[in-house]
């Protein structure tokens, strides 16, 4: 045992016999057993909150206590029966589901229940031991057996409660108004149980009833201050009315002893009862308007997303006709100069200008989740060791980079380029978590489908872990509810556009993928991103080649952005194929359906002016049954996604795409005839 757990059950068994030893002082004319024992209160909530490890502590303290008081055997048979009882209690109390916070109405029942049982555990050893006892009578132990079990618990209710109310509940939001109330409440209650009790005698016919005016007190505590109110106050009431009651006062003070020490445990019992129920009811009802809250705010945010997607799907299709035009003429231009030519310079920086707007444009259909992706069977593992020299060129030498590949089934079915980037852009806000330098880790593991710690509205399946993890400033709960808005960002104004985190989340739920943070501010953040796990295997990969291939093949093309159709000719005819162009899917599909025409291929933006790409592939194929098809887009639609037209049997080109990119797409569609 550590010198830490020594402590602590060092100091359990000291706070449990000195709790022993007050409760007995105030006994009654019939012998020490009053009817509430703080000390099974104190076990209970120890082991808890605490765990086995202070059991000890519990045992220490109840052998402590019995053996100043009776013989070593009795002491050991009622210590025994402490100890029994807390073990069964927590038990039960797991078993059952309870949540020490008590603000559920089932929780305070859950206790009452499991701790009358063990309380009987309790009681049945005590009993016990007064067989060894010359002095008792025979004829009192069912009397006692009552009496103890009821003490005990009652002082499992009232005490354990206190300690675990005050310790897991939601904490009060102390005001000066609401802390002027609270001392009212519990002045007004001491003064309400001298009354009651201590000047009994003054009221004429000594009207019993009149004891249980102290319940809308209690109720009205657990209203206003939840959980933690109600046992306070019920504690106070028990801490004033028993010293009282045992110098035969109050209002049961008529009764015989026992008779007295049974109403006034049914009386603490149902005080306490229908404190901790209203309190409860009250907890409820407020979780339950917290979560109203936040799906309507959750709503208004899938709102607010929906409409900037739309709003970004619309804006990129546009932009990335543009974008096409101005990268293609752009390398066009570039072939011709001559390397030494100071001119070919500026062609360059107009292209890397054209490829960073054509960056921020995937972002903003990342997050939207209306990009086509290409998903592609890979090696998780494989693709880090890739990007590892990269990832550690971006963060920097202050900052210690540990990639950790333990995942044994890496394989998942995502795009290349969209993991990576996901990764990238993860990495990047680490680095910029960390000013001062830290610790950046990158792993893998393999998540089997019966992991509790999977998201919850992940479909129980097997999932390859990909977690980003850093040792940085953290994150407050107010800024991880809206890390993946777009345009969000903490960063000061030019430092960051916002777009990282959401085009993240975007594309691994466009991957079928789920995104969890946890995050605390001081104690870094860790981002983990759960994607299913494929059994196919990952291809061999393609050798790298510079060349554009051409061909002598004769191409449709369907375009209506001017620009794109005249790079998109001025491409292809410069590659040797012979090219029809037209500007409109009607105009396609007038031009395909002449018989003195053949096309061995259909370039068909998705999106145009006066019908769909697939609808003008779809005509075209009724008439030229051995016609192929690329489609080519700013961005693929969300319906025709979600029908299934461009899925991944159809061959999609993303605009802005560069010359040689579209002579490398269309060469390998031409290829694949041979394939079907």
């Given at each position: 045992?550590?010198g830490?757990?020594?402590?602590?059950?060092?100091?359990?068994?000291?706070?449990y016999?000195?709790?022993?030893e007050l409760?007995l002082?105030?006994a009654?004319?019939?012998g020490r057993v009053?009817p509430l024992?703080?000390p099974?209160?104190v076990?209970?909530s120890?082991?808890?909150?605490?765990g086995?490890?202070?059991?000890?502590?519990v045992?220490?303290?109840?052998l402590?206590?019995?053996?100043?008081h009776?013989s070593?055997?009795?002491?050991?048979?009622?210590?025994a029966?402490m100890?029994?009882q807390?073990?069964?209690d927590?038990r039960l109390l797991?078993?059952f589901?309870?949540d020490h916070?008590?603000?559920?109405?089932r929780d305070p029942l859950?206790?009452?229940g499991?701790t009358?049982?063990?309380?009987?555990?309790a009681?049945?050893?005590?009993?016990?031991?007064?067989?060894?006892?010359p002095?008792s009578d025979?004829?009192?132990?069912?009397?006692?057996?009552?009496?103890?079990?009821?003490?005990?618990?009652?002082?499992?209710?009232?005490?354990?409660?206190?300690?675990?109310?005050?310790?897991?509940?939601?904490?009060i939001h102390?005001?000066r108004?609401?802390?002027?109330e609270a001392?009212?409440?519990?002045m007004?209650?001491?003064l309400?149980i001298q009354?009651?009790?201590g000047?009994?005698?003054?009221?004429?016919?000594?009207?019993v009833?009149?004891?249980?005016?102290f319940?809308?007190?209690?109720?009205?505590?657990g209203l206003?201050?939840?959980?933690?109110?109600a046992s306070t106050?019920?504690?106070?009431v028990?801490a004033?009315?028993?010293p009282?009651?045992?110098?035969?006062?109050?209002?049961?003070?008529?009764?015989?002893v026992?008779?007295t020490?049974?109403?006034?445990?049914?009386f603490?019992?149902?005080?306490?009862l229908?404190g901790?129920?209203?309190?409860?009811?009250?907890a409820?009802?407020e979780a339950a308007l917290?979560?109203?809250?936040?799906?309507?705010e959750?709503l208004?945010?899938?709102q607010?997303?929906e409409?900037v997607?739309?709003?970004?799907?619309?804006?990129?299709?546009?932009?990335?006709?543009l974008?096409?035009?101005?990268?293609g003429?752009a390398?066009?231009v570039?072939?011709r100069?001559d390397?030494?030519?100071?001119r070919r310079?500026d062609?360059?920086?107009?292209?890397?200008?054209?490829?960073?707007?054509a960056?921020?444009t995937r972002?903003?259909?990342?997050f939207?989740?209306?990009?086509n992706?290409q998903p592609?069977?890979?090696?998780?593992?494989?693709?880090?060791?890739k990007?590892e020299?990269?990832?550690r060129?971006?963060?920097g030498?202050?900052?210690?980079?540990t990639i950790?590949?333990?995942?044994?089934?890496?394989?998942?079915?995502v795009?290349?380029g969209?993991?990576e980037?996901?990764?990238?852009?993860?990495v990047?806000?680490?680095?910029?978590?960390m000013?001062h330098?830290g610790r950046l880790t990158?792993?893998t593991?393999?998540?089997?489908?019966?992991?509790?710690?999977?998201p919850?509205?992940?479909p129980?399946?097997?999932y390859?872990?990909?977690?980003?993890?850093?040792?940085g400033?953290?994150?407050?709960?107010?800024?991880?509810?809206?890390?993946?808005?777009?345009?969000?960002t903490?960063?000061?104004?030019g430092?960051?556009t916002?777009?990282?985190l959401?085009?993240?989340?975007?594309i691994?739920?466009?991957?079928?993928g789920?995104?969890?943070?946890?995050s605390?501010?001081?104690l870094?953040?860790?981002f983990?991103i759960?994607?299913?796990?494929?059994e196919?295997?990952?291809?061999?990969?393609?050798?790298g080649?510079d060349?554009?291939?051409?061909?002598?093949e004769?191409?449709?093309?369907?375009e209506?952005?001017?620009s794109?159709r005249?790079?998109?000719?001025?491409?292809l005819?410069?590659?040797?194929?012979?090219?029809t162009e037209?500007?409109?899917?009607?105009?396609g599909?007038?031009?395909g359906?002449?018989?003195?025409r053949?096309?061995?291929l259909?370039l068909?933006?998705?999106?145009?002016?006066?019908?769909s790409?697939?609808?003008?592939y779809?005509a075209?194929r009724?008439?030229r049954?051995?016609v192929?098809?690329?489609?080519?887009?700013?961005?693929a639609?969300?319906?025709?996604?979600?029908?299934?037209?461009l899925?991944?049997?159809?061959?999609?080109?993303?605009?802005?795409f560069?010359?040689?990119?579209?002579?490398?797409?269309?060469?390998d569609v031409?290829d694949?005839r041979?394939d079907?």
């Amino acid at each position: 045992m550590r010198g830490r757990d020594v402590a602590w059950n060092a100091g359990l068994a000291g706070l449990y016999w000195l709790l022993a030893e007050l409760t007995l002082l105030p006994a009654t004319p019939e012998g020490r057993v009053m009817p509430l024992w703080p000390p099974a209160g104190v076990a209970l909530s120890a082991l808890l909150l605490g765990g086995p490890r202070l059991l000890p502590g519990v045992a220490l303290g109840a052998l402590l206590t019995t053996t100043l008081h009776m013989s070593f055997v009795s002491a050991a048979l009622v210590a025994a029966g402490m100890l029994f009882q807390v073990i069964v209690d927590v038990r039960l109390l797991q078993r059952f589901e309870f949540d020490h916070r008590l603000e559920r109405v089932r929780d305070p029942l859950v206790l009452a229940g499991v701790t009358l049982a063990g309380a009987a555990v309790a009681a049945l050893f005590g009993v016990t031991s007064l067989l060894f006892d010359p002095s008792s009578d025979g004829r009192t132990w069912p009397y006692a057996l009552v009496i103890w079990w009821m003490r005990d618990w009652l002082g499992a209710l009232i005490v354990g409660s206190l300690v675990l109310t005050w310790m897991r509940s939601r904490p009060i939001h102390w005001t000066r108004p609401r802390i002027a109330e609270a001392i009212a409440m519990v002045m007004g209650m001491l003064l309400l149980i001298q009354l009651l009790f201590g000047f009994w005698a003054l009221f004429p016919g000594h009207n019993v009833p009149m004891a249980f005016t102290f319940f809308p007190v209690v109720g009205y505590a657990g209203l206003r201050f939840g959980p933690a109110g109600a046992s306070t106050l019920m504690a106070v009431v028990a801490a004033s009315a028993i010293p009282m009651v045992a110098q035969v006062g109050g209002p049961f003070g008529t009764l015989p002893v026992g008779m007295t020490i049974f109403v006034l445990h049914a009386f603490l019992l149902l005080g306490w009862l229908s404190g901790q129920t209203l309190a409860a009811v009250r907890a409820e009802w407020e979780a339950a308007l917290e979560r109203r809250i936040a799906l309507e705010e959750q709503l208004r945010h899938s709102q607010k997303m929906e409409a900037v997607g739309r709003l970004a799907g619309g804006i990129a299709h546009d932009f990335n006709n543009l974008l096409t035009a101005i990268i293609g003429y752009a390398e066009l231009v570039m072939v011709r100069l001559d390397p030494e030519d100071p001119r070919r310079a500026d062609a360059e920086e107009i292209a890397r200008a054209a490829m960073r707007a054509a960056d921020l444009t995937r972002h903003m259909l990342a997050f939207s989740r209306k990009q086509n992706l290409q998903p592609k069977v890979l090696d998780l593992n494989v693709t880090l060791a890739k990007a590892e020299p990269m990832l550690r060129r971006v963060i920097g030498e202050d900052i210690v980079l540990t990639i950790a590949p333990k995942a044994t089934r890496p394989l998942v079915r995502v795009d290349p380029g969209q993991i990576e980037q996901v990764i990238m852009n993860l990495v990047v806000n680490a680095r910029d978590a960390m000013p001062h330098g830290g610790r950046l880790t990158v792993d893998t593991a393999d998540v089997p489908p019966d992991v509790t710690a999977l998201p919850p509205d992940a479909p129980a399946a097997s999932y390859v872990l990909l977690a980003v993890s850093d040792t940085g400033i953290g994150m407050s709960a107010e800024v991880r509810a809206r890390i993946f808005e777009p345009y969000f960002t903490t960063k000061d104004v030019g430092k960051g556009t916002g777009l990282g985190l959401s085009t993240a989340y975007g594309i691994v739920r466009q991957s079928d993928g789920y995104l969890q943070v946890n995050s605390e501010p001081g104690l870094g953040t860790s981002f983990r991103i759960y994607l299913p796990r494929t059994e196919e295997a990952a291809p061999a990969e393609a050798v790298g080649d510079d060349t554009m291939p051409g061909g002598a093949e004769h191409i449709l093309l369907v375009e209506d952005e001017p620009s794109v159709r005249r790079l998109s000719r001025e491409i292809l005819v410069r590659l040797g194929y012979s090219v029809t162009e037209a500007a409109s899917g009607r105009a396609g599909l007038a031009l395909g359906s002449d018989d003195t025409r053949h096309f061995d291929l259909a370039l068909c933006d998705v999106i145009l002016g006066d019908m769909s790409g697939p609808a003008v592939y779809e005509a075209l194929r009724a008439l030229r049954p051995t016609v192929r098809v690329l489609y080519m887009s700013g961005y693929a639609d969300e319906a025709i996604v979600r029908t299934g037209v461009l899925d991944e049997g159809q061959p999609f080109l993303q605009k802005p795409f560069t010359p040689r990119e579209l002579a490398v797409k269309i060469r390998d569609v031409l290829d694949r005839r041979g394939d079907d």
